[in-house]
């Protein structure tokens, strides 16, 4: 079956705009978790969403954001970009809560750079 | 706060030795997870500890999860070129109200042929 799919791969904004990526988790599955990946700071846990619900928020200031649909599909929107949001940012699905009695499935992530 | 600590941050190896990565969690931790994540890749779920004191094997890699739940590691035995990559444990706290997935920073292995 198809894996997590995120869009975009790759995008370059400036500061001030803001961005939306997707993910789309495998079928099926009902949470979707974000990670913020950047060099020597391993993954850093955004927030995650189940059933449309948000479950869990990491420390990440209000200008990240995310939703999820009924379909199960999440968007994340990071508002008035700074340079230090350029990372890795990284969706992962599951059948159940993250952490739970199975394993998350990670997408090929959106790469984001803040010029 | 709530932490794991993942020691080493970096390990350079040669082709054939030994590797071991640590997780220590200032909590009990319900569960303990291990993803491996090639450069350029995603991460990739390795194996999951339930129960105290648990030891799993998969080929040449061995985890352990500690009798207090609260530390493990995962020992790689005649590493090869194919085990270069990051390794992450993420520990799962969950106490009444208090559920969270917490991740270690990660050691990054290299292997040299």
Not at chain 1, 31 to 54: I, R
Request: aromatic fraction near 10%; hydrophobic fraction near 30%.
């Amino acid at each position: 079956k198809a894996g997590v799919t995120q869009t975009p791969r790759y995008l370059i904004k400036t500061r001030g705009q803001q961005v939306t990526l997707s993910c789309s988790p495998i079928s099926g599955h009902r949470s979707v978790s974000w990670y913020q990946q950047t060099p020597g700071q391993g993954l850093q846990f955004l927030f995650e969403y189940f059933s449309e619900t948000q479950r869990n928020k990491g420390n990440f200031p209000g200008r990240f954001s995310g939703r999820q649909f009924s379909n199960s599909r999440s968007e994340m929107n990071v508002s008035t970009l700074e340079l230090g949001d350029s990372a890795l940012y990284l969706c992962a699905s599951s059948l159940v809560l993250a952490g739970g009695h199975g394993e998350l499935f990670f997408g090929e992530g959106s790469r984001l750079t803040v010029l | 706060g709530q932490q794991v600590m993942q020691i080493p941050q970096y390990q350079h190896v040669q082709e054939g030795e030994d590797f071991t990565t640590y997780c220590n969690s200032s909590t009990t931790l319900s569960n303990i997870q291990w993803y491996k994540q090639r450069p350029g890749g995603h991460p990739v779920f390795l194996i999951q500890l339930v129960k105290s004191g648990e030891v799993k094997k998969q080929k040449r890699l061995t985890f352990q999860f500690g009798e207090a739940k609260k530390n493990s590691s995962l020992h790689i035995t005649a590493t090869q070129t194919t085990d270069v990559g990051t390794y992450f444990c993420a520990g799962l706290i969950n106490a009444g109200n208090n559920r969270k997935l917490i991740w270690g920073l990660g050691t990054s292995l290299a292997v040299n042929p």
